[in-house]
C-alpha cells in the first residue's frame, strides 16, 4: 500500500481539508502517477455538497488530472515513467456490455455503470445491488499520487501545457463530444448557454471546427469578455436579440451548470436542429412541444465522453493552439475557490498547482 495525502470533505457541510489515505500499488496493468495540477470542476462541488443526494464521504474531489508517471506495471504498454499524462472522470468500466465494446465507456450498461475517478461506481451497491469493481468509493486528484489502469490513462500532447490541459479532460471533452457526434462541420452556426468554464472552452472548440459561434450569457461583462475572445455575445434576457435569432441555429449547447429555462433557446434552432444540455444533471422545467414538434427539434443530453474522444479533444486543442482560460491556485486556497466559483467570479476555470500539496505534506515531515 501506498500512503497518500488529499484533500476531502467528509460532510456535505464541511470544508475539504488534508485527508491522508491509502491506495494500493500499480498492479500489472496499472500506472502510478505524480499529480501535477488538477482542474476545479462545477461537478466537484455539487459532489462535495451532495447536491447529487449520492455522495460517499469522505470525499476527496478532482476529476481533471495532469501528472507525471511514477512507476508501471510489467504488462503496461502505452506509457512509461516520465510520461506526462491525464485522467479524467473514468478509472475503468466493465468493458463488457455493449456501450464498453463499441467504445463509449461512458455509457457503460453494467449494473454499477462506469467507475467515477473519484465517488465511487456511478450506480452504487445499494442501488445495483452488487458492485462489479469491489469498491464502494473512490478518490480524486485532490491529492499527491494515483493509481489508474494503463486503458483510463490519456497522453497529454507535448504541446500543450500541462496546466492548460487539465480542464480538458473534463470541460473539453463534455463539450467536444457532442459537438463531434451531432456533426457540427465548418459553416455551421452554434449557440452556445453559458460563459463559464464548460461554455468558453466549447465556443473555442467549435471556431476550431470551423463554426460561426454565438455565446449565451446572463451578464454584461461576460459580453465583454466574449468580445475580448473574439466571439459574437447576448444577452439571454435581450428578447429582441433573442427574436432576431430565431431559427438560425444549427446546434446549441447548453453548460448552465443549474436549472434553467431553454424554452427561448429551443425557438432559436433551425428546423432538424438540436438543443444539447451537458452543465445541469437535474430536472428542468418542461418544453413546449408544440415549438419542438413544429421544426422537428429535439433537446437531448450527453455525458462527458469517452475516452477515445477525450484522447481526440486533446490533440484537437494542441493542433489548433487553443485551451482554457485558467487561474493557478495553490490547494489550500480551494474552499475559496469554491465560493468564487459558486458566485460566478472565477474566469474561467481554476486550475490547482500540486506542488502546493507537497509543499504541505514536507513541511509536516
Known amino acids: 500500500m501506498i500512503k497518500v495525502t488529499g484533500y476531502a470533505a467528509k460532510h456535505s457541510y464541511s470544508r475539504l481539508k488534508p485527508y491522508e489515505f491509502e491506495r494500493e500499488e500499480a498492479g500489472a496493468h496499472e500506472v502510478e502517477i505524480d499529480v501535477l495540477y488538477c482542474g476545479v470542476c462545477h461537478s466537484d462541488i455539487h459532489q ?40 479524467g472522470c473514468m478509472i475503468d468500466s466493465c468493458g463488457q456490455c455493449e456501450a464498453c465494446k463499441c467504445g463509449d465507456q461512458n455509457y457503460c450498461g453494467s449494473p454499477n455503470s462506469w467507475l467515477a475517478t473519484y465517488n465511487g461506481p456511478m450506480v452504487p451497491k445499494s442501488q445495483a445491488g452488487e458492485n462489479i469493481y469491489g469498491k464502494d468509493n473512490t478518490f480524486g486528484g485532490y491529492s499527491n499520487l494515483l493509481v489508474v489502469k494503463e486503458d483510463f490513462v490519456l497522453k497529454i500532447p507535448a504541446s500543450l501545457k500541462p496546466e492548460v490541459a487539465a480542464p480538458i479532460l473534463c470541460a473539453g471533452v463534455t463539450t467536444y463530444s ?67 435569432l430565431e431559427k438560425s441555429f444549427d446546434f446549441m449547447l447548453s453548460t448552465v451548470p443549474e436549472k434553467h429555462d431553454l424554452n427561448p433557446f429551443v425557438e432559436l434552432l433551425k428546423r432538424d436542429s438540436v438543443l444539447c444540455v451537458v452543465g445541469a444533471l437535474e430536472p428542468l422545467a418542461p418544453t413546449d412541444n408544440m415549438a419542438m414538434a413544429q421544426m422537428r427539434r429535439s ?67
Not at 455551421?188 to 476550431?208: R, Y
Not at 477515445?308 to 490547494?331: K, N, S, W, Y
Request: aromatic share 6%; glycine share 12%.
Open 48 to 87: 462535495v455538497k451532495n447536491e447529487w443526494s449520492n455522495t460517499v464521504y469522505p470525499c476527496v474531489p478532482g476529476h481533471e488530472i495532469v501528472g507525471r508517471v511514477t512507476k508501471v506495471g510489467p504488462a503496461v504498454k502505452r506509457h512509461a515513467v516520465g510520461d506526462i499524462v491525464g485522467v
Open 299 to 365: 433537446v437531448a443530453g450527453s455525458l462527458i465522453g469517452n475516452l477515445a474522444e477525450t484522447q481526440e479533444v486533446l490533440d484537437f486543442c494542441a493542433e489548433h493552439g487553443i485551451g482554457p482560460e485558467i487561474e493557478m491556485i495553490r490547494i489550500q486556497d480551494v474552499n475559496d475557490a469554491y465560493k468564487k466559483v459558486e458566485k460566478g467570479d472565477v474566469r474561467f476555470r481554476y486550475v490547482i498547482d500540486m506542488a502546493s500539496l507537497k509543499e504541505e505534506i514536507a513541511g509536516e515531515q
Open 178 to 244: 457532442p459537438m463531434k457526434h451531432w456533426g457540427v462541420k465548418a459553416g455551421d452556426k452554434v449557440g452556445i448557454i453559458g460563459m463559464g468554464g464548460l461554455g468558453h472552452m466549447a465556443a473555442k472548440i467549435a471556431k476550431a471546427m470551423g463554426a460561426e459561434v454565438t455565446l449565451f450569457t446572463t451578464t454584461k461583462e461576460k459580453i465583454e469578455e466574449a468580445q475580448k475572445l473574439g466571439f459574437q455575445a447576448v444577452l439571454e434576457k435581450d428578447k429582441k436579440a433573442l427574436e432576431e
